[in-house]
């Protein structure tokens, strides 16, 4: 992820100053489409949490992890190679459902920015919040169906924060990050024993990758808690941090805009 010093203070809708006070600004902010450093990490940071909370503890709700699609395609590979097409088909509908998620966030982006508004990414993430209230009352839908809904929220998630990002984060899974730290670590080590200006760290990138991965880590030590704890109904605050993300900024922008470029 590459920072830059930038400001929160980027103009991100028509409303008036005025009217842009405390935490309606700061959520606008945060979803806004003219994207900073900052924002996407404070956002980043946010969601990478939620997703921690919800992998971790889906886990002990009902007994399966949810962002994994590596270990779920491992699953399928070796359930068809032992024989059982039953618990292969059931790997690979995680998969289907990550990627149906990841496909709808996509198209709620583009076809905010095609209607010419602002919330192309506030969107997203309110059904990712309306969707997390569903789960809270999924009790009685059977196993099978509560992991493809969870998968495909997390899909959802995902596919927005890259999109908003450009590529640069992803929050629903820490391979690539502590595959980035571990290369930033390299390249500080070798750099303070050779002080060659080539070789120097991006160091923001580095605090931001640990940023995110331990965000991911408390995220999933909470949501394990109060899954166990609580159980579903611990859906409930998770959603209400998507939809006060995402929400005010739904109600306050205005559709008289621009088109935005697409990425």
């Known amino acids: 992820m590459e920072l830059n010093e930038q400001s929160l203070a980027t103009p991100f809708s028509t409303a008036p100053r005025n009217r842009r006070r405390g935490f309606v600004a700061i959520t606008t902010a945060l ?13 980043a940071t946010l969601l990478a949490g939620v997703a921690g909370a919800v992998n971790a503890g889906g886990f002990f709700a009902i007994g399966k992890y949810t962002s994994h699609m590596t270990g779920y395609l491992s699953q399928v ?4 190679a032992d024989g059982h097409f039953a618990i292969a088909v059931a790997a690979l509908s995680a998969i289907i459902a990550f990627v149906i998620g990841a496909t709808l966030s996509s198209l709620l982006v583009i076809w905010s ?5 602002r919330h192309q990414y506030a969107l997203p993430i309110m ?19 509560q992991i493809v809904f969870l998968c495909c929220i997390m899909g959802m998630q995902n596919a927005t924060i890259t999109k908003l990002s450009k590529t ?50 408390c995220g999933g ?20 941090i998507l939809l ?7 109600l306050v922008v205005k559709h008289k805009h621009k088109t935005v470029p697409l990425a």
Not at 31 to 42: E, G, M, S
Not at 127 to 145: H, R, T
Not at 221 to 238: D, E, M, Q, R, T
Request: aromatic share 10%.
């Open 31 to 43: 979803v806004a489409h003219r994207r900073t450093a900052l924002t996407d990490r404070i956002l």
């Open 168 to 217: 640069h984060v992803r929050t629903t899974h820490v391979t690539g990050m502590v595959t980035d730290i571990g290369i930033e670590t390299g390249r500080t080590l070798f750099w303070l024993s050779s002080k060659r200006v080539e070789t120097k760290p991006n160091w923001q990138k580095l605090a931001t990758l640990l940023q995110l991965v331990s965000s991911y880590l």
């Open 113 to 117: 920015r095609l209607g010419r508004t």
């Open 244 to 250: 006060g993300i995402s929400v005010p900024t739904l």
């Open 77 to 80: 590979a070796d359930n068809i």
């Open 221 to 240: 030590i909470l949501g394990a808690i109060g899954f166990a704890k609580v159980g579903f109904l611990f859906s409930v605050p998770l959603a209400f």
């Open 127 to 145: 059904v990712q919040g309306i969707a997390l209230l569903g789960f809270a009352f999924s009790g009685n839908w059977g196993v099978s169906l």
